[in-house]
């Protein structure tokens, strides 16, 4: 008899030091959320706002959660990346543009980025998209 284990790939995970972080950021801030664009002044850096505090736009893509916090990137940007698995980190110094919520702390999100197998390609979580239907 066979016994099939299907399994769920994320598409992200994130680091102690990073959780760290989301975790006194949450108790300035509340409820947070992250967002990676794919260029302009901020770069291709993850950015940490308050909940609500960026406006997403239609067929943006939420990849997972961070610490119970979606974790959404620009909808071109997913499609570069869309085969590859993201790890949140963080490091001393300042961003880019310094918008998001861990700049005032001399910290900066990054992410480490490694292709996905094969075989995790065909066990990926499901991706959710912006809509405003």
């Not at 102690?16 to 006194?24: G, P």
């Not at 992250?34 to 990849?63: H, M, N, S, W």
Request: a negative charge; glycine letters at 10%.
């Amino acid at each position: 008899m066979f016994i099939l284990k299907i399994t769920s790939m994320k598409r992200l995970a994130v680091t102690e030091a990073a959780s760290t972080l989301i975790a006194m950021l949450r108790e300035k801030f509340g409820d947070l959320m992250f967002y990676q664009a794919g260029g302009c002044c901020e770069g291709t850096q993850p950015q940490c706002f308050e909940k609500g505090g960026f406006y997403l736009r239609t067929d943006d893509v939420c990849i997972g959660q961070v610490d119970g916090f979606d974790f959404w990137l620009d909808k071109d940007l997913y499609e570069y990346w869309k085969n590859a698995h993201f790890t949140l980190d963080v490091m001393d110094g300042i961003g880019a543009g310094g918008f998001s919520l861990e700049t005032p702390y001399g910290k900066t999100f990054i992410i480490h980025y490694r292709l996905f197998t094969e075989e995790e390609l065909m066990q990926l979580e499901p991706v959710k998209y912006n809509t405003y239907d």
